[in-house]
């Protein structure tokens, strides 16, 4: 196989903290794949393969995609793009930015270069053929596929997310976290946005109808800021719904978690039920890392969502059903030997599904895909150019 140099862009830089679903997935890309050179955007510390890794080194990244981080994003592509044979942006398009779409144009348009377009999430939003400019589109659940392609977008492919079972080792002792923060053995991890549409009051509510018997259970809330956001007055709203709900003494709120592992192998659940995908991946990493770790999972019941269960780890609720999820809860809180045969079919389905070599193959002719199909696109081009003198 010949080796191509790619420049890989991301809606942020490739740089700690690791928290985000389009940069953790362009990063295990470029750790796993080792047939191809990448160009990166990345921090000032990070460390890559040198070998095969051209790491460009941004002082202060920033973490989420302000509208400086795009600028300094489409900057990087313009100004790297014709060293590359190829160009993949892993970017979802939760909700696209019109000049953010012109300038990607443009960059591809100018560099000449073939493009892929790995689209993790399109969010809630209906699927617009103007905002989709690659060669090929990458999306990582059936329903995107099927949108996509009935909009008018050409050449969608599907893949399932990588996931590489090295870097779900806990950094700390998932016992020694659950002591630390006195979550007993019936824990329930809740890992969202602090958004209205998170589903972390419903969640709440339905946490406060467990029966009495599951009264020594703990609901963590793992809670990442949107721009803008105060983490403290988010916290404290939380706290509130949870002293309204009458539980407060057994909920744990937390901000970003560096060792997420840890934390969910140290809770016996992992729920997400928002009522809005949002910017949220199509198959949430953390229910994918959550089955990985032998955790069952409850999902929001629609697509994309509910085929993060792959039919075989957990149960799906209906987002508002708040009775209907104190009792899926309730079920799987109760019964420990249905939580480890869900756990063990869902690992099991999981490290098949996103097995990292045959992502990277398929990464691999997606790639070649690009290049030919670039390559006959101008052709085609040249050809009407000489017919029209």
Known sequence: MTSIRILMVSSVP????????????????????????????????????ADRVFAIRQRHPEAMPTTRQKLRSLAYMARYA???????VVASLARPSRWVVDGLRAVRTLSGRPLVHTVP??????????????????????????????????????????????????AADPAQLAAELALGSRAVLYAAHYDPESGMREMIQA?????????????????????GQDPGREAERAFAWAAEAGIAGRV???????????????????????????????????????LALGRPVIVADRAPMSEALLGE??????????????LAL???????????????????????QCDPAHVVDCYQQFYASAIALHAATKTRAWRRLSDDR
């Open 330 to 352: 309730g079920h799987l809180l109760s019964h420990a030997s249905l939580r480890e045969e869900m756990a063990a079919r869902g690992r099991a389905a999981v490290l098949s």
């Open 82 to 88: 014709r060293g590359a044979d190829l160009l993949h």
């Open 14 to 49: 490739l740089a700690a903290p690791w928290n985000g679903a389009d940069k953790n997935f362009a990063r295990l890309l470029v750790e796993l794949d080792h047939a191809h050179r990448y160009t990166v955007q990345t921090g000032p510390v990070d460390v890559w393969p």
């Open 313 to 326: 780890g957990g149960l799906a609720v209906k987002y508002g059903d708040i009775g209907g999820l104190a």
């Open 121 to 170: 999430s399109i969010g809630d939003q209906p699927a617009e053929r103007r905002n989709f400019v690659a060669d090929v589109t990458v999306v990582v659940s059936n329903y995107t596929q099927r949108l996509l392609s009935n909009s008018g977008v050409p050449n969608v492919v599907r893949v399932f997310p990588p996931l590489d079972e090295r870097s779900l080792r806990p």
């Open 207 to 227: 946490f406060a109808r467990l029966p009495a018997e599951l009264g020594d259970s703990v609901l963590v809330l793992a809670c990442r800021t949107h721009v």
């Open 252 to 290: 744990r709120v937390l901000g970003n978690v560096r060792d997420m592992p840890a934390l969910i192998r140290a809770c016996a659940i992992t729920v997400l039920v928002p009522a809005s995908l949002s910017s949220k991946m199509d198959l949430p990493f953390v229910i994918l890392e959550a």
